[in-house]
């Protein structure tokens, strides 16, 4: 008969698995708050890649892509809802091609 430790103890490759599990459902949780947000300018996402050292990029259906810091995204998620419903987005927002949130303070756009 072969003994198995009690459920409560965890190995430590079901400790890993379970940060594993726990950094999907992080990705998952943001792609929808980012969608939410984006969703106000009718943009859509259609793919999402979690980069080195934090770093979350969006692609659009329009292919675009904007850039969040993920230890920072609440505070870039309100700052880009702020933006997107003041009337100078609607100008701004016209052609772009990036737009970058990594800045402390800054909303960068680019237009290339």
Request: glycine share 2%; no cysteine; net charge positive.
């Amino acid at each position: 008969m072969i003994r198995r430790p009690p459920r409560s103890t965890l190995s430590s490759s079901s400790a890993a698995s379970d940060v594993y599990k726990r950094q999907h459902l992080d990705l998952v949780n943001n792609y929808y708050q980012i969608q939410d947000v984006l969703l106000i300018k009718n943009i859509h996402i259609v793919k999402v890649e979690y980069k080195k050292f934090g770093q979350i990029k969006i692609y659009t259906a329009n292919d675009q892509f904007i850039k969040f810091q993920d230890f920072q995204l609440v505070g870039q998620l309100e700052k880009l809802k702020l933006f997107f419903q003041s009337e100078k987005s609607k100008n701004l927002l016209k052609d772009f091609k990036t737009i970058d949130l990594r800045h402390k303070n800054k909303l960068a756009i680019g237009y290339f």
